[in-house]
């Protein structure tokens, strides 16, 4: 069956405060309000920055959600139908849907209790098939194709469960719509709030917090129902193990993963990275290596979920400066990190200034290879840099936080950087623990 093309269209939160995470992103993190969605039961707003797009679900009030069940039976939200014209679609099979929307557009009620980033959604061009393609798959289909109209067009999409925690990924072919986002959102026209010296241009990946061991079986599920490839985070990482980071408190083993997007069509690899493409990383933890993140995101999440969100930036310095005012808060990484031998030349080498990086708390770490000729003698050595940082987590709970990342050149990750992230994640855990304790 041909691989299908995605599109990232959004990232989707399920949380109990829709308001309050709404104002987090649009004050401190300067997301631009465009659509929203209100209706007696349930409030979706949509916000973007560059085209990473988040949608934020506010979890249906309970109460009214039966006055809302009560009215679909009765046939009063004529909006939302099943497709009829995909005829060749099996729809006559049991169809494990769980709670239908609620009204919730394009996702789910999911059961989990704590706010949560669950959904990946993605533009393909045909739902029909694609929808064929999981169910052949066995795949756990929730929203089977349904169609969706408003002024400015129509779309179907489905939603399907993955077998990572709660996640899901709605898919949706808006070919036929010509609206900002998606029918039954009303577009807010207020201006574009100027982004300053914050420029977010698009998700650069998402990592999933996975339980120890489940990684390759994710990878191949993944790899059967849509296509997705394996890739190398690393030159050091094995085919089988992916890429493992261990010793001083750290115990990490990462995979990454990509989708197939037309521009992968069009271009020959290895490719520039294009604004949509967005990687999936894998991170589980090792046995025996003492507390960690992960385990710590799957206890408080009630299992395996959306660990982190890398926005990427083109200046993650203005970025980070801007955003330290409107009071995003960062995990400070070790001071040991800007002392270590050689850290202050690196950085210089990369044009950036060594203070300032420790100021701001800014990861920097340089990818080494050879390029040119046979990677013989008359190769030249070629820099490429990597700048990232961590904010602590948006929720009450441990769980979910966002990244930004500046990318010259690599495409991986650097080993300097995840240890020096997760020690200084893990700073934040264990202070947080103690404070709780006393
Ligand atoms: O370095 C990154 O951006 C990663 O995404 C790798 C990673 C994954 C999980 C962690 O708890 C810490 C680092
Ligand atoms: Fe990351």
Avoid at 190 to 203: N, R, W, Y
Avoid at 314 to 342: M, N, S
Wanted: contains cysteine; hydrophobic residues 35%.
């Amino acid at each position: 069956m041909a691989t299908p093309f995605l599109t990232l269209n959004h990232i989707a939160f399920h949380v109990t405060n829709g308001a309050a995470l709404l104002q987090e992103l649009v004050n401190k993190f300067q997301f631009h309000l465009f659509a929203m969605r209100v209706t007696e039961t349930t409030r979706q707003f949509a916000v973007k920055k560059g085209s990473a797009v988040f949608l934020v679900n506010e979890r249906p009030k309970l109460g009214v959600a039966t006055a809302q069940q009560k009215a679909r039976q009765e046939g009063r939200l004529g909006l939302i139908q099943e497709c009829t014209d995909l005829s060749c679609i099996p729809f006559n099979h049991a169809l494990p849907i769980v709670c239908p929307g609620l009204d919730l557009l394009y996702d789910v009620c999911t059961s989990c209790s704590v706010d949560t980033a669950s959904n990946v959604s993605f533009e393909v061009e045909d739902v029909g098939s694609l929808y064929r393609r999981l169910y052949a798959c066995g795949c756990q289909i929730l929203i089977p194709p349904t169609e969706v109209k408003d002024d400015s067009g129509c779309v179907i999409y489905c939603v399907i469960k993955s077998i990572v925690g709660n996640i899901y990924h709605t898919f949706i072919d808006r070919s036929r719509y010509t609206g900002e986002f998606l029918p039954g959102f009303q577009v807010i026209d207020s201006p574009a709030m100027a982004s300053g010296l914050a420029e977010i241009t698009h998700f650069d990946h998402v990592t999933y917090a996975c339980p120890q061991g489940s990684s390759s079986q994710v990878l191949k599920w993944y790899e059967k129902c849509f296509g997705f490839q394996r890739f190398q985070l690393h030159e050091e990482e094995n085919a089988e193990d992916g890429y493992i980071i261990s010793g001083d408190g750290v115990g990490l083993r990462l995979t990454a993963m990509q989708y197939w997007t037309c521009s992968k069509v069009a271009l020959s690899l290895p490719l520039p990275r294009k604004q949509s493409d967005c990687r999936f990383v894998l991170a589980e933890s090792l046995p025996g290596q003492g507390r960690n993140q992960v385990d710590t995101f799957l206890e408080q999440h009630g299992g395996a979920g959306i660990q982190h969100v890398a926005l990427y930036t083109p200046d993650i310095i203005a970025t980070v400066r801007t955003f330290c005012c409107t009071g995003v808060q960062f995990v400070t990484p070790p001071p040991a990190y800007y002392t270590e031998t050689g850290k202050e030349e690196e950085i210089r080498a990369a044009g950036q200034d060594p203070q300032l990086l420790s100021q701001l708390g800014v990861l920097l770490d340089t990818d080494v290879s050879m390029k040119g000729e046979g990677r013989g003698c008359q190769g030249m050595v070629e820099r490429r840099h990597l700048m990232q940082i961590f904010t602590k987590p948006i929720f009450s709970e441990e769980t979910f936080f966002l990244e930004l990342i500046q990318r010259q050149g690599a495409s991986g990750f650097g080993e300097g950087n995840i240890r020096a992230l997760w020690q200084a994640v893990q700073a934040f855990i264990d202070q947080k623990e103690r404070e709780q304790s006393n």
